[in-house]
């Protein structure tokens, strides 16, 4: 079982302190804590067996890769959820874990961007209730027509609820039908306030999506399977927030993308941490798009595409540390 989002920072200093043979106070720096903390930390991971004086980096072996992905990577944290055998379907877990880590990263006051689709809802459904004073929890992205399950104002509405904060939502479609009605919507007071203050969020949830035939862009109805062969032919790679974007991770220059209502791209790297949560293994190439495009901070998956990215390290560095 891999560790708890609470512990994951003993986990750091003592991955910090034994692997990469830092001092107190460079670990210290490196984690924005006090010496005294980190000394603290170093004799807990002792005592729990986190590590030990004669092999000092005995840590669980998920909890090994997530601590080489944030150095491959460059990311701030990763959560690598172990397979099981407990469930039917082996990456349930996934968001269970991420609903964790989601509450450990918001704070009193925090302003929370949230995108859409299954991967977001089952955080939010599985996500313990918080009355955290001042949280505001905004939508990403326009809205979708009612039939479809898991629409932006659903997943941004039930992650207020269980935070006991204010919600947000975006009262426009996602898609238009015309690059200027789009522009002139996108120019309206009201909806270019929202947008522009998605670069004011603190936290940042939200999947990436395929590009396939299955993809929920095509289920909501955003695009029919012959414009979406389109995007794949312009070099469509995956989906963040409703956007296309390239291998690149840079937004597609496609007609879809101008008439998207939604976070740009820039707007969203502002946010200083961006949690992006894959559980499907056929999401590997969008995830690796979004890396590529320094689109996330913080990272929970799975430890099978956990070891792919690892394998691929060198050529996935991320634009996170520019």
Not at 108 to 129: E, F
Request: hydrophobic share 45%.
């Amino acid at each position: 079982m891999g560790i708890r989002p609470a512990d994951q920072i003993i986990h750091k200093a003592a991955w910090l302190y034994y692997a990469h043979s830092m001092r107190q106070d460079e670990v210290a720096r490196e984690l924005n804590i006090s010496r005294a903390s980190v000394a603290m930390y170093l004799r807990k991971a002792r005592e729990t067996g986190i590590v030990s004086i004669s092999a000092s980096t005995r840590l669980f072996a998920d909890d090994v890769l997530a601590r080489q992905l944030e150095d491959a990577l460059g990311l701030a944290g990763v959560w690598v959820v172990p397979a099981t055998t407990r469930t039917q379907d082996p990456h349930s877990e996934v968001p269970v874990v991420a609903a964790s880590v989601f509450l450990d990263l918001v704070r009193p006051g925090t302003r929370v961007g949230v995108a859409w689709g299954r991967t977001v809802y089952t955080i939010a459904a599985l996500m313990a209730h918080a009355d955290l004073q001042g949280v505001t929890v905004v939508q990403l992205c326009g809205n979708l027509g009612a039939p479809y399950s898991y629409r932006p104002d659903e997943c941004t509405m039930e992650i207020a609820r269980r935070l006991n904060a204010k919600g947000i939502n975006i009262y426009a479609p996602l898609v238009l039908s015309t690059e200027k009605l789009a522009a002139q919507l996108r120019s309206e007071p009201v909806i270019r306030e929202q947008l522009e203050g998605i670069a004011r969020c603190d936290l940042a949830l939200f999947s990436v999506g395929t590009v396939d035939d299955d993809s929920h862009v095509v289920r909501c109805g955003a695009v029919d399977l012959d414009e979406l062969a389109e995007l794949r032919r312009l070099g469509a790679a995956g989906v963040v927030a409703g956007r296309i974007i390239d291998a690149q991770g840079k937004s597609l220059d496609c007609d879809y993308n101008s008439r998207l209502i939604s976070a740009d791209l820039d707007s969203l790297r502002a946010i200083p941490k961006r949690l992006v949560v894959v559980q499907e293994e056929s999401k590997f190439g969008p995830l690796k798009a979004a890396l590529a495009g320094g689109l996330c901070t913080h990272l929970v998956l799975g430890a099978y595409m956990a070891r792919r990215l690892l394998d691929e390290g060198s050529s996935l560095q991320s634009a996170t540390e520019k």
